[in-house]
């Protein structure tokens, strides 16, 4: 029944969609479960998200495994980002700097062995090698000072023995030995190997100790035993060539050096010794070539200039050994505009010949009013060295020889007349 005029009516009821209350209860849940679960866990906007921390061990464990590969650019960078991991962990510092002082980055090797020493001052270790990086720089006191530093806190310390023996070795090469520094140096490479005959450093100072005392056959062997321990490092291959040059084992010197090239392609050494190799059998064309490799690596030393000027002369191509030759003496620029400091005329076989090819190289073109220049200083400078007189007496006979002779003029392709050189 309706009642006209009453608010109140009656509509039938719609009945409830199952699915639509379904689908309710799954979007309530979905929203519950966010709130508890997944919204704790979002970082709040603009915080930065953490990342995992790797473990330093890893680095080092990394670092090993490239040094043992030989992979010594990689093993140094991997040890650097070891210790930017752990900075409070000396073993790192210590074998990167040793790893520096084998690649000849002496200087920051300096610096990671110093860090060591901040960081533990009664190892022996990071001593010796501070004191290795400072007598490869030719500092030899400040080296020694601080390798016997290294023996002081253990006077067991094989690589402080080693160290030491490789610095007065170092020092007799250069001149600069006392009384006793030869048997010093001896005595101290024997003991490094007594006591850790496994050290691959013992055995490289031992074989350096035996060639600066012409021992080459001993010092081959002591060589080899240290290449057996590290077959990577280029500086003994280097020694290793250099000995086999002393027992005129050419073919064995060369294979020695183009193996130091391969494992340190930017070093002037294996290129400038191979073209030494050469020249000695007399094959200039080969040394020359060899030299011209070795000044590509450093054309700003005057000696790789000398030495390149050393073949032309031997060839008999006296305008072409004067070109590198006067920029060794005299210093200059060279074609590609690199400074050369020329090397002062001094004591030293080295030199002296330097100036006697360059003074006669001077004088066999003609160009007298300069090589008597060169004659008059080496007499001067030298008056005590029988072979730089002599020489610099060739350079005034030749000269002399040239002025009462003079050359007969040439004809050119026109019908005039040039003078000869």
Sequence with gaps: ??????????????????????????????????????????????????????????????????????????????????????????????????????????????????????????????????????GLQGEFLQGESYVKQAITINPNSALGHAV?????????????????????????????????????????????????????????????????????????????????????????????????????????????????????LGEFAKAIQYAEEAIKDEPSNPNLHANLGTWYYRNGQYNQALTYLELAVRGGATSEGVAVEGIPLAYSTSIIEIYSRYGLALANVNRCNEAVQVAQAMIQNIPDDETGVYNAEEMIRICQELLDNPPTPMPTPEGTLTPSP
């Excluded at 379904?22 to 508890?36: H, P, R, S």
């Excluded at 962990?89 to 990167?96: E, G």
């Excluded at 062995?113 to 270790?125: G, Q, T, Y």
């Excluded at 024997?190 to 850790?196: P, Q, S, V």
């Design 164 to 280: 030491y023996a490789y610095i007065l070795a170092s020092r007799v090469e250069r001149g600069a030995g006392e009384i006793g520094t030869v048997d010093l140096a001896i005595e101290e490479s024997r003991t490094a190997i007594e006591l850790d005959s496994n050290l691959l450093e013992a055995h490289w100072a031992r074989g350096y100790v035996l060639e600066i005392t012409s021992n080459y056959e001993e010092a081959r062997v002591a060589l080899e035993r240290a290449i057996q321990i590290n077959a990577y490092i280029a500086d003994l291959h280097l020694a290793l060539g250099r000995n086999f040059i002393a027992l005129d084992r050419a073919d064995d010197a060369v294979s020695a050096f183009i193996t130091a090239i391969s494992l340190n392609p930017s070093d002037p050494l294996p290129n400038y010794y191979i073209s030494r190799v050469y020249g000695r």
């Design 1 to 134: 029944m309706y009642l006209k005029g009453s608010k109140l009516s009656y509509k039938k009821r719609r009945r409830s969609n199952p699915i639509v209350i379904g689908l309710l209860v799954l979007e309530i849940g979905a929203f519950i479960y966010l709130n508890i679960y997944v919204v704790p866990s979002i970082n709040p906007p603009f915080v930065p998200t953490p990342t995992e921390t790797r473990d330093p061990v890893s680095y080092e464990i990394e670092a090993e495994g490239y040094f043992s590969e030989g992979r010594f650019t990689i093993a140094k960078d991997t040890y650097k980002l070891a210790i930017n991991a752990n900075p409070q962990s000396v073993s790192n510092y210590i074998n990167l700097a040793k790893l520096q002082i084998y690649t000849g980055d002496y200087e920051e090797a300096r610096v990671n062995a110093e860090n060591a020493i901040l960081l533990k001052k009664d190892s022996p270790e990071p001593y010796a090698l501070l004191g290795w990086a400072y």
